[in-house]
C-alpha cells in the first residue's frame, strides 16, 4: 500500500473494544454462552465525526492531491457519510467540493433533507445539486460528470470522486490498511479473531477488510451485512471489486468466490427505511453499550451480527469483531422515525 499516495488527516489506530453488556444480554436471551464480542470503534476516526469514509478517502484525497486538483465532485445519498467526510477533507485540503445528493429514500421530511450529513455539507463549504434519482448509478456518475465539465470551463481543475462498482478501487486500501491495524491489536492482545461482521454498502469497507485479512495470511470468515441491495446484487458487486482490487495491487486472485459472504436478513425493503431489527439494534447498542449507531448503516450491520449470533453462526467461536463504521449525524435526520412521540 505504500506504493499508492495518501493524505494522512484520520486518528488511528481507532479503540478496540469489548461488548460485555450485549453479549450477556444475547447469552441470558439464549441460555448459554456467546463469543467475546468486540467493537472496532472507526467511529472514531476524527474527521468530521469520524467514521469508516475517513480511512477511504485518505487515498482518495492522496490521488486528488497528487493530480493537483482544485475541486472535489462527490456523489452519494442525501445523508451521505461519504459526502459530509468529502466536503470536510476538501475544506482541510483547501480545494472546493460539489456535493450531488442522489434521492434514494422517498417520502422523507424536511429533516432528513436538512439537517444531519446536509447541514455539515453546508457547514463545510460545499456547493449543493440535487439528483431526483436514488438507484441508478450510471446517471449519476453521467450528470457528476456533466458538472465536472461545467466547472473546467470555469476554470476549474476537478477530480470526480464517483462509487460506481467499475471505478478503481482506491477507497478499498483503507480498510486493507484497518485490517492490519486490527491484527496487530489483536497480537498485543494476545488473542485473535474468529469472525468479522462489517456493513457491505459501496463495498469498500467489505472488500478491504476481506482482502487485507487474505494478504496478511488469514482465514476468518468475514460477514457483510447489505445495506443497499439484496444480498445475491451485493455478493456479485463485492466480487467484482475485490477483483478489480487485486489488479490494482497485482496480487493475483488470492479471495475465493466461497470468501465472500453477504446477508441481506437485516436490510428490510430498501436503502435507508427503517425495520424492526433496526429499533432493536440502536436501542440495545445505546442502552447496553453508549455506541451510536445510525439507522441506514450501523444499525443494520449490528443488527446482522446479533442475527449471526443468535442463529449459531459463531458457535464454537472465541472472539467476534463487529467493525462500527460511524454514521452519527445520520441519527439527527430519522428523529422523527427513531421517536415519533418527540
Sequence with gaps: ???????????????????????????????????????????????????N???????????????????????????????RTAAAFAAKLGMEAHV?????????????HKSGNVLLDRMFGAHMHHFPLGEDEKAADANLNSIAARLKREGKNPYLFTLSADTKPLTSLGYMQCALELLQQASEGGMQFDAVVVPSGSAATHVGTLLGLRLAGYTMPVHGICVRRDAKSQTERVLSITRLAEDMLGCGEIVPESDVQCHDDWFGPSYGKLVESTFEAIDLAGRLEALIVDPVYTAKSLAGLIGLTRAGAFEGMENVLYIHTGGLPGVFAYRSALYPDG
Design 53 to 83: 469514509k475517513v480511512r477511504q478517502l485518505e487515498y482518495s484525497f492522496g490521488a486528488a492531491k497528487a493530480a493537483g486538483v482544485d475541486t472535489a465532485v462527490i456523489t452519494g445519498a442525501v445523508q451521505s457519510n461519504y459526502m
Design 100 to 112: 450531488q445528493l442522489e434521492n434514494r429514500v422517498e417520502g422523507m421530511g424536511e429533516e432528513y
Design 1 to 51: 500500500m505504500d506504493g499508492f499516495p495518501r493524505v494522512r488527516l484520520g486518528h488511528f489506530p481507532t479503540p478496540l473494544e469489548k461488548m460485555e453488556r450485549l453479549a450477556g444480554h444475547l447469552s441470558e436471551e439464549l441460555g448459554g454462552p456467546v463469543p467475546t464480542l468486540w467493537v472496532k470503534r472507526d467511529d472514531c476516526t476524527g474527521v468530521a465525526t469520524g467514521g
